[in-house]
Protein backbone atom coordinates (compact mmCIF):
# COMPACT_ATOMS: atom_id res chain seq x y z
CA UNK A 1 0.00 0.00 0.00
CA UNK A 2 2.86 2.89 1.07
CA UNK A 3 4.96 1.32 -1.98
CA UNK A 4 4.99 5.07 -3.76
CA UNK A 5 5.15 7.01 -0.71
CA UNK A 6 7.08 5.02 2.27
CA UNK A 7 10.48 6.88 2.37
CA UNK A 8 8.64 10.46 1.96
CA UNK A 9 6.52 8.72 5.06
CA UNK A 10 9.58 8.24 7.06
CA UNK A 11 11.46 11.02 6.00
CA UNK A 12 8.66 13.47 6.99
CA UNK A 13 8.45 11.20 10.59
CA UNK A 14 11.93 12.42 11.06
CA UNK A 15 11.28 15.82 9.81
CA UNK A 16 8.32 16.22 12.61
CA UNK A 17 11.15 15.19 15.36
CA UNK A 18 10.61 11.37 15.64
CA UNK A 19 13.88 9.93 16.52
CA UNK A 20 12.96 5.85 16.34
CA UNK A 21 10.98 4.01 14.32
CA UNK A 22 10.82 0.18 15.09
CA UNK A 23 9.96 -1.77 12.30
CA UNK A 24 8.01 -4.88 12.23
CA UNK A 25 6.99 -7.21 9.44
CA UNK A 26 4.64 -9.41 8.75
CA UNK A 27 5.77 -12.25 6.76
CA UNK A 28 8.47 -13.88 4.81
CA UNK A 29 8.18 -11.38 1.85
CA UNK A 30 8.16 -8.25 4.08
CA UNK A 31 11.55 -8.85 5.65
CA UNK A 32 13.49 -7.14 2.50
CA UNK A 33 11.53 -4.25 3.07
CA UNK A 34 12.30 -3.79 6.49
CA UNK A 35 15.50 -3.93 5.83
CA UNK A 36 15.78 -1.54 3.58
CA UNK A 37 14.24 1.14 5.49
CA UNK A 38 16.71 0.19 8.18
CA UNK A 39 19.06 0.63 5.45
CA UNK A 40 17.93 4.07 3.99
CA UNK A 41 17.66 5.41 7.42
CA UNK A 42 19.87 3.93 9.78
CA UNK A 43 19.87 6.57 12.31
CA UNK A 44 15.99 6.13 12.21
CA UNK A 45 14.95 2.83 11.69
CA UNK A 46 15.47 -0.59 13.48
CA UNK A 47 14.31 -4.01 12.49
CA UNK A 48 12.13 -6.43 14.06
CA UNK A 49 11.04 -9.35 12.42
CA UNK A 50 8.13 -11.77 13.02
CA UNK A 51 4.88 -13.74 11.61
CA UNK A 52 1.99 -11.80 12.14
CA UNK A 53 -0.67 -14.08 13.26
CA UNK A 54 -3.03 -12.81 10.79
CA UNK A 55 -0.34 -14.33 8.40
CA UNK A 56 -0.64 -18.02 9.83
CA UNK A 57 -1.24 -20.39 7.29
CA UNK A 58 -0.98 -24.06 6.39
CA UNK A 59 2.27 -22.74 5.60
CA UNK A 60 3.23 -21.54 8.84
CA UNK A 61 6.82 -23.31 9.50
CA UNK A 62 8.36 -22.32 5.97
CA UNK A 63 7.18 -18.91 6.60
CA UNK A 64 8.40 -18.77 10.02
CA UNK A 65 11.69 -20.92 8.68
CA UNK A 66 12.51 -18.21 6.30
CA UNK A 67 11.89 -15.36 8.44
CA UNK A 68 14.47 -17.33 11.26
CA UNK A 69 17.20 -16.96 9.00
CA UNK A 70 17.54 -13.02 8.48
CA UNK A 71 16.72 -13.07 12.26
CA UNK A 72 19.68 -14.87 13.88
CA UNK A 73 21.71 -13.68 11.06
CA UNK A 74 20.99 -9.95 11.43
CA UNK A 75 22.18 -9.13 14.98
CA UNK A 76 20.77 -5.40 14.62
CA UNK A 77 17.51 -6.86 15.18
CA UNK A 78 15.27 -5.10 17.93
CA UNK A 79 12.93 -7.42 19.19
CA UNK A 80 10.81 -11.03 17.60
CA UNK A 81 7.55 -9.39 16.46
CA UNK A 82 4.90 -8.70 15.71
CA UNK A 83 3.83 -11.94 16.66
CA UNK A 84 1.10 -13.26 19.10
CA UNK A 85 -2.18 -14.10 18.54
CA UNK A 86 -5.50 -13.06 16.42
CA UNK A 87 -8.88 -14.59 17.29
CA UNK A 88 -10.69 -11.23 15.60
CA UNK A 89 -11.08 -11.82 12.09
CA UNK A 90 -10.91 -16.06 11.45
CA UNK A 91 -10.06 -19.07 14.24
CA UNK A 92 -9.11 -21.52 11.48
CA UNK A 93 -5.53 -21.86 12.39
CA UNK A 94 -5.62 -20.95 15.94
CA UNK A 95 -3.44 -23.79 17.28
CA UNK A 96 -1.19 -23.02 14.27
CA UNK A 97 -0.72 -19.19 15.90
CA UNK A 98 -0.55 -20.82 19.17
CA UNK A 99 2.77 -22.86 17.89
CA UNK A 100 4.10 -19.92 15.97
CA UNK A 101 4.06 -18.33 19.19
CA UNK A 102 5.59 -20.58 21.00
CA UNK A 103 8.07 -20.60 18.23
CA UNK A 104 8.76 -17.22 18.00
CA UNK A 105 8.73 -16.34 22.42
CA UNK A 106 11.90 -19.18 22.13
CA UNK A 107 13.86 -17.32 19.60
CA UNK A 108 13.56 -14.06 21.54
CA UNK A 109 14.56 -15.95 24.37
CA UNK A 110 17.72 -17.34 22.43
CA UNK A 111 18.41 -13.77 21.04
CA UNK A 112 17.49 -12.55 24.33
CA UNK A 113 15.54 -9.56 22.49
CA UNK A 114 12.00 -8.39 23.14
CA UNK A 115 8.84 -9.75 22.05
CA UNK A 116 6.27 -7.72 20.21
CA UNK A 117 2.94 -9.55 21.30
CA UNK A 118 -0.70 -9.18 19.23
CA UNK A 119 -3.10 -10.15 20.96
CA UNK A 120 -6.31 -9.18 19.59
CA UNK A 121 -9.71 -10.82 21.33
CA UNK A 122 -7.17 -13.42 22.40
CA UNK A 123 -5.62 -11.99 25.75
CA UNK A 124 -6.21 -15.14 27.68
CA UNK A 125 -4.20 -17.70 25.40
CA UNK A 126 -1.68 -15.01 25.34
CA UNK A 127 -1.23 -14.83 28.75
CA UNK A 128 -1.15 -18.51 29.40
CA UNK A 129 1.03 -19.04 27.17
CA UNK A 130 3.53 -15.94 28.12
CA UNK A 131 3.31 -17.28 31.59
CA UNK A 132 4.10 -20.67 30.44
CA UNK A 133 7.06 -20.18 28.62
CA UNK A 134 8.61 -17.25 31.30
CA UNK A 135 12.03 -17.12 32.28
CA UNK A 136 14.64 -14.07 33.29
CA UNK A 137 15.34 -13.59 29.02
CA UNK A 138 11.65 -13.32 28.29
CA UNK A 139 10.88 -9.83 28.04
CA UNK A 140 8.86 -7.20 25.99
CA UNK A 141 5.44 -5.38 24.85
CA UNK A 142 1.68 -6.11 24.68
CA UNK A 143 1.77 -3.93 21.33
CA UNK A 144 -1.39 -1.81 20.63
CA UNK A 145 -3.39 -3.13 24.17
CA UNK A 146 -7.09 -3.41 23.97
CA UNK A 147 -7.48 -5.60 27.16
CA UNK A 148 -9.63 -4.62 29.78
CA UNK A 149 -8.15 -2.98 33.31
CA UNK A 150 -7.75 -6.77 35.19
CA UNK A 151 -5.77 -7.66 31.79
CA UNK A 152 -3.78 -4.63 32.49
CA UNK A 153 -3.22 -5.17 35.83
CA UNK A 154 -1.31 -8.58 35.22
CA UNK A 155 0.41 -7.04 32.26
CA UNK A 156 1.65 -4.13 34.60
CA UNK A 157 2.79 -7.00 37.48
CA UNK A 158 4.90 -9.32 34.95
CA UNK A 159 8.16 -8.17 35.13
CA UNK A 160 10.19 -7.38 32.11
CA UNK A 161 6.88 -6.22 30.05
CA UNK A 162 4.94 -3.47 28.74
CA UNK A 163 1.54 -2.23 27.31
CA UNK A 164 1.93 -0.37 24.09
CA UNK A 165 -1.33 1.77 24.69
CA UNK A 166 -2.28 2.46 20.75
CA UNK A 167 -5.57 4.59 18.96
CA UNK A 168 -7.74 1.65 20.12
CA UNK A 169 -7.73 3.07 23.33
Known amino acids: KFEKD ?7 AIA ?3 KKMY ?9 ELVFDLCQKFPANCFPML ?11 EEELAKIKEPLFAHPETMAV ?5 DYYW ?24 PIVLHTRESFEDSWNIINEMKDERLRGVFHCFSGNIKDAEKVIELEGFYMGIGGVV
Open 23 to 31: LPNIDAASV
Open 90 to 113: DLTFKKEQQTALRTQIEWAKELEI
Open 16 to 18: AGV
Open 50 to 60: GLHPCHVKENF
Open 6 to 12: REAVVEQ
Open 81 to 85: GETGL
